[in-house]
T-cell receptor, first 112, second 116 residues
């Protein structure tokens, strides 16, 4: 039972364009969402997060949008750079629980 | 700080053998998590500890898997006996006590396990 879903296993975007990574969830109790980035042979690293009381959070080139009614969030990267090529994981949490539930990841490739 | 340390980085073993993965969390972090990454299921939480106490082990696949945290600076994940379907990358992560909403988890580099 995959409570956090990333339906696109891969995405290819040209340098300078916008990358949009999508994530859907089924558990309405989730109220905090995070994105992690993973390079090959390394562990995931935290990228950006959003609380369910907001619908947008921006940090430099990265913006996360949350649509609670649709149980959907997205990560926008603009402009995309070759160094953004990595696997991106969406994760969700209930309240103050330590436990994160991760999606299956989307591999982003930014081409020159 | 050296970050989360995992050993070994790679492990190749034969079916039926015992495998022990090790993790040293970041000093001062009181939560420790073991994950398994596969293509089909992404990052799955196997078990996590708060203050060395196992809190949720519902993700442990079966009795062949066990985890311990004898002290705040060391944890092990053991598979006995190992099977080919256990082949995956196993990550350890740690985090500070939940003092704010972000509660970022810091991941180690992972152990790539191959069971032949």
């Amino acid at each position: 039972d995959q409570q956090v879903k990333q339906n696109s296993p891969s995405l290819s975007v040209q340098e300078g364009r916008i990358s949009i990574l999508n994530c859907d969830y089924t558990n309405s109790m989730f109220d905090y969402f995070l994105w992690y980035k993973k390079y090959p042979a390394e562990g995931p690293t935290f990228l950006i997060s959003i609380s369910s009381i907001k619908d947008k959070n921006e940090d430099g080139r990265f913006t996360v949008f949350l649509n609670k009614s649709a149980k959907h969030l997205s990560l926008h990267i603009v402009p995309s750079q070759p160094g953004d090529s990595a696997v991106y994981f969406c994760a969700a949490r209930v309240g103050t629980a330590s436990k994160l539930t991760f999606g299956t990841g989307t591999r982003l490739q930014v081409t020159l | 700080d050296a970050g989360v340390i995992q050993s070994p980085r790679h492990e190749v073993t034969e079916m039926g053998q015992e495998v022990t993965l090790r993790c040293k969390p970041i000093s001062g972090h009181n939560s420790l998590f073991w994950y398994r990454q596969t293509m089909m299921r992404g990052l799955e939480l196997l078990i996590y500890f708060n203050n060395n106490v196992p809190i949720d082990d519902s993700g442990m696949p079966e009795d062949r898997f066990s985890a311990k945290m004898p002290n705040a600076s060391f944890s092990t994940l053991k598979i006995q006996p190992s099977e080919p379907r256990d082949s995956a990358v196993y990550f350890c992560a740690s985090s500070l006590p939940l003092a704010g909403p972000s509660n970022e988890q810091f991941f180690g580099p992972g152990t790539r396990l191959t069971v032949l």
